[in-house]
């Protein structure tokens, strides 16, 4: 069983970052792919990066050189560091495993870039 908390979100003007934490319990967090996911009011939610347990990465053309995901498995946390960012990254980020688990969806955690 996998436990995943996001933090990390608020509001932005365009332009700016933000870095996403997420804190994962179980002790075998460090064989699992993980990745970061967002939903945007009125749209499904989409995959948005991925990071192998050896640290190979993985975008989605609409952040790609932008966003940045990265691990550190001794603290069992997964980040997503986002630069530049845009109105259109506003959305509720959530982190789970890749491919996604529905059982291990948390609260996600809000991003809002407006000026």
């Known amino acids: 069983q996998v436990q995943l908390v996001e933090s990390g979100g608020g509001l932005v003007q365009p332009g700016g970052s933000l870095r996403l934490s997420c804190a994962a319990s179980?002790?075998?967090?460090?064989?699992?792919?993980m990745g970061w996911y967002r939903q945007a009011p009125g749209n499904q939610r989409e995959w948005v990066a991925s990071?192998?347990?050896?640290?190979?990465?993985t975008y989605a053309d609409s952040v790609k050189d932008r966003f940045t995901i990265s691990r550190v498995n001794a603290k069992n946390t997964v980040y997503l560091q986002m630069n530049t960012l845009k109105p259109e990254d506003t959305a509720v980020y959530y982190c789970?495993?890749?491919?996604?688990?529905?059982?291990?969806w948390g609260q996600g955690t809000q991003v809002t870039v407006s000026s």
């Open positions: 789970n495993v890749y491919p996604a688990n529905p059982r291990y």
């Open positions: 179980g002790r075998i967090f460090s064989l699992y792919v």
């Open positions: 990071v192998t347990s050896g640290g190979t990465t």
